[in-house]
């Protein structure tokens, strides 16, 4: 148990497909809704989200069936905070399923943590209410969903939230970003283990060492000099290249890794 304190967030998302070849492995669409605590004690987790992005998505790149890499769609939601409406339970949701890892990362680099009420079971129900979730029973659906807040927190019964992902064949994992031996950690396996999912304890605090290749400076120059030769269509087109720049800038170490994510979807 405390080999996984130290896992960071990607860890916990990776391994949990990992968990799961026979669902993950031999599927046509991957979507991922992803639900962050954005409360005043969680900039550790927003920052570590913000910068392990591309490293799930490069993990998920080597995912196939028949051959044939599955279409990765991502959600965002964050919750427990101040600025969101009390009568929407401090739920927001950033943005629906998009194959747009662009835009899904210049949500992330928008989230503002401030203190509130952090309602799991809340913002749950959302996920499961509001996305276009696949009809597809060949398709792989989870919800990630991370906190350090007790999980029955708020007017929502947790378990009715959770029971609507078993109903609708989504995983959910949880992700406690507190002490290992806190009573409110089983809690939160409790709802993972509802919804067959996994889950896991993170320091969302820990800082993420990024190891430097020899070979970066130089895959950094043809990544700049690749986005050069892209010719936008519409104004959507001219949208997309812009925040390919700023997600670019926003990536800073992690921009090799990004790069290859993004040219192999």
């Not at 954005?38 to 051959?67: A, E, Y």
């Not at 992330?108 to 809340?122: D, H, P, R």
Request: some cysteine.
């Amino acid at each position: 148990m405390q080999k996984l304190t130290r896992i960071l967030f990607t860890t916990a998302l990776t391994l949990s497909i990992l968990c799961s070849p026979t669902a993950a492995f031999a599927k046509a669409k991957i979507q991922i809704a992803i639900l962050l605590d954005s409360s005043n004690s969680m900039d550790g987790l927003i920052d570590q989200t913000r910068t392990q992005l591309w490293q799930v998505v490069n993990f998920l790149t080597k995912v196939t069936k028949d051959g044939e890499v599955p279409e990765l769609e991502v959600a965002l939601y964050h919750y427990g905070n101040d600025t969101l409406p009390s009568s929407e339970g401090f739920v927001r949701l950033l943005t629906g399923f998009t194959p747009e890892l662009d835009l899904v990362s210049e949500k992330l680099f928008s989230i503002k943590t401030n203190g509130g009420q952090e309602y799991a079971g809340w913002v749950i129900r959302s996920a499961m209410q509001e996305l276009n979730w696949s009809k597809n029973p060949a398709d792989f659906r989870v919800i990630f969903i991370a906190g350090n807040e007790p999980f029955d927190q708020g007017p929502i019964v947790w378990n009715q939230s959770v029971n609507l992902a078993v109903k609708g064949d989504t995983l959910v994992n949880t992700i406690y970003c507190g002490s290992a031996e806190s009573q409110e950690r089983r809690l939160w396996a409790s709802g993972a283990e509802l919804a067959k999912g996994s889950s896991f304890n993170i320091n969302q605090n820990q800082q993420i060492v990024v190891i430097k290749s020899p070979y970066d400076d130089e895959i950094s120059t043809w990544n700049t000099k690749l986005n050069q030769t892209y010719i936008p269509y519409g104004r959507e087109g001219r949208v997309g290249q812009q925040r390919q720049a700023v997600e670019d800038s926003n990536a800073g170490s992690n921009t090799v890794l990004r790069s290859a994510c993004v040219q192999s979807f």
